[in-house]
């Protein structure tokens, strides 16, 4: 398997616009997650899917961000409008739920985010 | 609610010295418990992970954690470090079977020539 696609790898834009990361799972995993990185704050879960459905979006910062899986194999996460301090690594992940590998998270290789 | 400490922010240890990165877990439930690492500019990748069953778990890279539920504790060590092995460890948790993990805040493990 290619393991978790993430795109685009890198975005640079500026304050004000709409921001469309894409993420395409592991095939056959029905969990998936959105973490965002930073010096900061560290590694925190914005969202979290399983079997396309949002479960918990409680850590998703503000209504400019929002999520959709609209099938198992893709998902988004858009800011709109974006603002400097969204600059950071978003990083998408998958999981199975059964099977020896269960619980355990496959993440892709982040998209790095730049808001000017 | 689980959540994971990792006491740590950096490690400084020259190479082929041993290595402990330390990790505190609280829960009220059953835990699952693991061990990621992130190279730099890339997404965390397992490095082992404990269910149940053998307390000391053996991971890839020659990496080995032990699980004790008395001192709540779930540290990572390595017998004798390499330069590859300078990256960012993260201790997670998850309440046994329901997905969402909690990270911990990470160490970054420097090794020196």
């Known amino acids: 398997d290619a393991g978790v696609i993430q795109s685009p790898r890198h975005e640079v834009t500026e304050m004000g616009q709409e921001v469309t990361l894409r993420c395409k799972p592991i095939s056959g995993h029905d969990y998936l997650f959105w973490y965002r990185q930073t010096m900061m704050r560290g590694l925190e879960l914005l969202i979290y899917?399983?079997?396309?459905?949002?479960?918990?979006d409680s850590g998703m910062p503000e209504d400019r961000f929002s999520a959709k899986m609209p099938n198992a194999s893709f998902s988004t996460l858009k800011i709109q409008p974006s603002e400097p301090r969204d600059s950071a690594v978003y990083f998408c992940?998958?999981?199975?739920?059964?099977?020896?590998?269960?619980?355990?998270?496959?993440f892709g290789p982040g998209t790095r985010l730049t808001v000017l | 609610a689980q959540s994971v400490t990792q006491l740590d922010s950096q490690v400084p240890v020259f190479e082929e010295a041993p290595v402990e990165l330390r990790c505190n877990y609280s829960s009220s439930v059953s835990v699952y418990l693991f061990w990621y690492v992130q190279y730099p500019n890339q997404g965390l990748q397992l490095l082992l992970k404990?269910?149940?069953?053998?307390?000391l778990v053996k991971g890839i890279n020659g990496f080995e954690a032990e699980f004790n539920k008395s001192q709540t504790s779930f540290h990572l060590r390595k017998p004798s470090v390499h330069i590859s092995d300078t990256a960012e460890y993260f201790c997670?948790?998850?309440?046994?079977?329901?997905?969402?993990?909690?990270f911990g805040t990470g160490t970054k493990l420097q090794v020196i020539p």
């Open positions: 992940a998958s999981s199975p739920s059964t099977g020896g590998s269960t619980d355990t998270q496959y």
């Open positions: 997670a948790v998850s309440k046994g079977g329901y997905q969402k993990v909690t």
């Open positions: 899917f399983n079997n396309n459905v949002p479960i918990d």
């Open positions: 404990y269910l149940s069953g053998s307390t």
